[in-house]
């Protein structure tokens, strides 16, 4: 065939345009492109291979060469690999195939931020050679055509391409960029080498550049006729798991995180069904010092096809799992796609559900090992990572059910790890709820008043500290259909687990103290909503309780420490009428003082701080002398 000229598609013409305009920030990224294309190329021949064993010719080991000439301002990419025929060549560099590109195209906008990242969505990496070159040769021969059946294709990236046919014995393609006008960086080879390293280091070929040494005469690196590889060639996810050993689980893990500690758990699968992908990923043992900026990105890398696309892909994983650490390989993605469409794409979703779960089972099933060592390793990891994880009752209502059962608390029987399925094993006959108290530190939580007839009556209760406790618990409603109830709302109604005398004798000791109620309200008006007679409270005379709905003391000091405004409603005061310091009250000449120093203590009781305290020390000192 001799030199022809044919004209690209118009797609084609748009698409270069945008690529060279739109992606010339990101330039190097060309590379990864065609040695992406030059490693499909020999997966491909691989493939027929399996049918045709005479498609390896001689030359049966695949590989890829990037090699430069300084003089001719060229960079070369070649591949021993499937090759085009002349039909394919015009094919496949000259129109787009892909369904959906005209509607794509429809949907050009003109902006040009907007545009790069439509682009992502379509495999036009050839094109992104033009970034760099102002004319890409491509001289390729199909495997198992003759060698006088090669082609030559030739561009300057406008409007059109030439083609020809020519004499080529070696099979397979090399891609020739003709670099434009300063980017004379990418004629070094020390710069290709690390644009290989940082993309490419995990395709499973060798990729080859020329040997360099140092001239002492000429006082330059001069390039010998030797080749040697620059890419690792080994992406360990992508081989079996029987092939890899725990030693080699772990050096990659130390690798990817820069942990040095081996990690606590891996996972390694290959997902198959709507959305093709591998994943490895990993649990550290420690947190690292910045686990509380939300901001940060994931630590999940994301590959297509063995190919590096980026770092941090955050949408891979829910913001509550930014712990987890790895790699997802995905089959289905294209190579060029953005941070903005992985958020909108519906693989990614597929792939952030699935590695969701799983890192959920392995959490899973450490915490409900029978053996000991583990669930111990269950037990460290809460330590460092409970907190986080608590955000995800808030955010993942999908995986709630599951989440909830990986808490553990601190409560009235034990100093940690709790769970709520432990709570309900040992639950009273009769009771109907689990009980809690929110605090703002252990001891705060395990001496408040509001506690005592749950101790008196052996029931137990779950003591939350962590700041995002109250959070969690306006998400978390019930657990195995038992509400979450708090002992520090509302009037407490103990249900079944209070016998008839004692309500009963609760209804009578409210109506034989209706006259000191009536005082204490009229005295205490500017302080409290509402006083009456508790039953939560065995040794101390008051405390302060909130209304169902109303914000709880603690949450509306941690909201005034982060500098917010809480919403100020008056809490409730409950007396102890059994209390000798109550019996008092009536017949107390400082009835006003006492008044406020009983529901001074009450606040103090359960971790607040008084608003005047020096009102209290005058009232305290004024009844001390009579
Ligand atoms: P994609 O790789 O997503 O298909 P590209 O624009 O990178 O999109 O490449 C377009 C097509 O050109 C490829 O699908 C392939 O058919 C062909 N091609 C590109 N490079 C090579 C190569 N080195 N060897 C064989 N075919 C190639
Ligand atoms: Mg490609």
Redesign the pocket.
Known sequence: MDKQTHSFQAEVKQILHLVTHSLYSNKEIFLR??V???S??CD?LRFEALDHPQLFEDQPDLEVRVSFDEAARTVTIS?N????SAE?AIA??GTIAKSGTREFMANLSGDQKKDANLIGQF?????SGFIVADRITVE?RRAGLPAEQGVRWSSEGTGDYEVETITKPGR??D?ILHLREGEEEFLKTWRLKSIISKYSDHISLPILMKKEEWDAEKATQVLKDEWEPVNKASALWARSKSEVTPEQYEEFYKQISYDSEAPLAYTHNRVEGRSEYTQLLYIPKKAPFDLWNRDKRGGVKLYVKRVFIMDDAEALMPVYLRFVKGVIDSADL??NVSRELLQESRDVKAIREGSTKRVLGMLESLANSEDAAEKQKYAEFWKDFGQVLKEGIGEDHQNQERLAKLLRFASTHADEGVSLADYLGRAKEGQEAIYYITADSLSAAKNSPQLEIFRKKGIEVLLLTDRVDEWMLSHLYEFEGKPLQSVAKGAIDLGKLQDEDEKKKAEAAAEANKGLLDRLKASLKERAKDVRVSTRLVDSPACIVVEEGDMSGHLARLLKQAGQQAPTSLPTLEINAEHALVKKLDTSAHFDDLANVIFDQAVLAEGGSLEDPAAYVRRVNAMLLG
């Not at 690999?81 to 085009?84: E, K």
Request: glycine share 18%; no cysteine.
């Open positions: 492109e065609l992406s294309n030059a499909d190329a491909k591949d690999g499937i090759g085009m394919e496949h560099l495999g036009v990496g050839f094109y390729t397979g393609t891609v294209p190579l």
